[in-house]
T-cell receptor, first 115, second 115 residues
Framework: DVKVTQSSRYLVKRTGEKVFLECVQDMDHENMFWYRQDPGLGLRLIYFSYDVKMKEKGDIPEGYSVSREKKERFSLILESASTNQTSMYLC??????????????FGNGTRLTVT | AQKVTQAQTEISVVEKEDVTLDCVYETRDTTYYLFWYKQPPSGELVFLIRRNSFDEQNEISGRYSWNFQKSTSSFNFTITASQVVDSAVYFCALSEMNTGNQFYFGTGTSLTVIP
């Protein structure tokens, strides 16, 4: 089974801090994604990557950046955390080829609180 | 405009009742995939099913069944003889060939099965 591991289950950070959320997958998947989940809004795509060092903006990239130096690791960076970034963050991966037909495999999520 | 609509925000049923979760989608693409995911209280989204736009055959897996109707742009999910372990948030999602890795999620339906 695909395993997507997010480094932290819960995080509490202060406004203005730089925050790193780490995600690692063990199935050699080319595609990796960062979503944000908020009540009533479902899942919204922040960034995705289809290859090492490649990244694409999703629907809500403002205030975030990403890094993919190795195939198995995809990091989400909050350059200067703000309270409106308090949310559940979900990492996902999928296999290569026609990404649209490959199901996403999710990690357990990181619940970030910015105070 | 919302590409995937899950009009039911919350549903409660008594154990052993049947329940149907509705999903309506919008796309101009002729090639697309539809997905259902389950998110239990633990937080990890679990992939349940994928259906492509050329296959309208309904599918049954144990107590779960899916009804795909292109004529009404719907992909509904029925749980027969519900159990407490079915309590979760369920998400419907759409991916389109023309938009590649972009997945569009509905806002989710929270199902509570009362013992």
């Amino acid at each position: 089974d695909v395993k997507v591991t997010q480094s932290s289950r819960y995080l509490v950070k202060r406004t203005g801090e730089k925050v790193f959320l780490e995600c690692v997958q063990d199935m050699d998947h080319e595609n990796m994604f960062w979503y944000r989940q908020d009540p009533g809004l479902g899942l919204r795509l922040i960034y995705f990557s289809y290859d090492v060092k490649m990244k694409e903006k999703g629907d809500i990239p403002e205030g975030y950046s990403v890094s993919r130096e190795k195939k198995e690791r995809f990091s989400l960076i909050l350059e200067s955390a703000s309270t409106n970034q308090t949310s559940m963050y979900l990492c996902a991966s999928s296999s290569s080829g026609k990404g649209y037909n490959s199901p996403l495999h999710f990690g357990n999520g990181t619940r970030l609180t910015v105070t | 405009a919302q590409k995937v609509t899950q009009a039911q925000t919350e549903i409660s049923v008594v154990e052993k009742e049947d329940v149907t979760l509705d999903c309506v989608y919008e796309t101009r693409d002729t090639t697309y995939y539809l997905f259902w995911y389950k998110q239990p209280p633990s937080g990890e989204l679990v992939f349940l099913i994928r259906r492509n736009s050329f296959d309208e055959q309904n599918e049954i897996s144990g107590r779960y069944s899916w009804n795909f109707q292109k004529s009404t742009s719907s992909f509904n999910f029925t749980i027969t003889a519900s159990q407490v372990v079915d309590s979760a948030v369920y998400f419907c999602a759409l991916s389109e060939m023309n938009t590649g890795n972009q997945f569009y999620f509905g806002t989710g339906t929270s199902l509570t099965v009362i013992p």
